[in-house]
């Protein structure tokens, strides 16, 4: 943009001096550009109480981040002063823009240099959420997006991400938002079938793979396409029937997924941990039934009481009683 004139400044604060919010953000990105920072805040600050969100939001962040770079024991008086401003302008902007304005707001602080600050983060993904259950299409994007690939310090959470991926589409008014969750529907239904072709698994009906791509999200908060599934094989949903066998297969390939994109594993981990107790008494154990494979006892004694207690039922009719016990190595 080509530098003011006398003349169209002359204009310009006439026109903001009358209330014309865009007048005074005109000037106040000539005098950026000029490097005159006194005059750039003035006019900043006249658009943003004239209502321009623009204005406001740069407010609201700059304060924010001016304040977390001063040392209180510096300055500790004009520290508080930025606080109270962020403070001030990030109210205005919540409620004279409502979603629009949190969004930008969470945009802004995603764009700044602190933004790699966990307290700037943590902003950034509460305003998101907020936008997005006010219904802000966009909003919900990028939560998706934060979630697929645990990004803004989340924690990658495979079933959040389908959410926000699904509350998008819902709205209508986004046909890129519509196009995203049939990429992702489509990618999830090749995952599930590539993971059963490898795992020797009969390949699943229609039916199951409708389900499990479009079906109720489950109770879960799953890292990974593979945590997912083994969640699923875990507690016997989405129409697939327990298989712990497999479930900790895939969750030693989620915990190998994570690390080399760098994420932190800890809950795959502590999931495969609690596979691998003993289903009778929840010590470590280093022996599985001989038929399934999948459940491990650390003893014979505990091997009985599983068969006659279940998970509860007291039935007596496990699937494996009276098979002998399979020793496993330490993994």
């Not at 865009?22 to 109480?49: D, I, P, Q």
């Amino acid at each position: 943009m080509s530098t003011l004139n006398p003349a169209e400044i002359r204009k310009l604060k006439k026109l903001a001096d009358d209330g014309d919010s865009e007048a005074a953000w005109t000037l106040a990105m000539h005098y950026g550009r000029e490097r005159e920072s006194t005059l750039f805040n003035e006019h900043v600050t006249r658009a943003a109480e004239l209502g321009l969100l623009e204005a406001q939001v740069i407010l609201a962040v700059g304060n924010s981040c001016m304040s977390t770079g001063i040392r209180m024991e510096e300055d500790e008086v004009f520290s508080e002063h930025m606080v109270r401003e962020a403070r001030y302008w990030t109210h205005k902007v919540s409620t004279d823009h409502g979603a629009e304005g949190k969004f930008e707001l969470a945009k802004a602080y995603i764009s700044t240099a602190e933004a790699s600050e966990a307290n700037k983060q943590g902003e950034a993904v509460q305003l998101l959420k907020e936008a997005a259950n006010e219904g802000h299409t966009q909003a919900m994007r990028w939560l998706c997006d934060a979630y697929a690939y645990g990004h803004l310090g989340s924690e990658a959470n495979a079933v959040m991400s389908e959410h926000w991926a699904r509350e998008a589409a819902k709205k209508g008014d986004d046909e890129e938002a519509v196009k995203f969750l049939v990429v992702f529907q489509t990618a999830k239904g090749n995952a599930l079938l590539n993971i059963c072709k490898v795992a020797g698994m009969p390949a699943p009906s229609r039916e199951t793979v409708k389900r499990y791509i479009s079906g109720p999200l489950p109770d879960h908060s799953a890292m990974t396409a593979f945590s997912y599934f083994a969640h699923c094989l875990i507690h016997g949903e989405c129409g697939f029937e327990k298989n712990l066998r497999l479930a900790k297969d895939l969750l030693k390939v989620s915990i190998g997924a994570l690390k080399t994109l760098e994420k932190d594993p800890a809950p795959d981990k502590a999931l495969l941990k609690q596979l691998r107790r003993c289903h009778g008494c929840g010590k470590y154990a280093y022996w599985t039934c001989k038929l399934c494979r999948d459940v491990r006892y650390c003893s014979r004694t505990c091997q009985k009481w599983h068969w006659k207690h279940g998970d509860g039922s007291g039935s007596g009719n496990h699937p494996c009683k009276y098979y002998e016990l399979r020793h496993v190595k330490k993994k």
